[in-house]
């Protein structure tokens, strides 16, 4: 998992959100946002941004 992947979920978690709620908010799919989780997809920078505000 990469270091990225390893935040994303981190954040999530500290926002006390699912991955159902962050893919929402992040405008992609449930399974686009578990495969960024898993390190298997790079996020987009779009997407962090948004997660950073």
Not at 31 to 47: I, K, L, M, Q
């Amino acid at each position: 998992m990469s270091i990225l992947a390893k935040n994303l979920k981190m954040i999530r978690k500290e926002l006390g959100c699912t991955q159902s709620v962050m893919s929402g908010i992040l405008n992609v799919g449930f399974r686009t946002f578990v495969r960024y989780e898993a390190g298997e997809r790079d996020a987009p920078v779009a997407g962090l941004v948004k997660i950073a505000r």
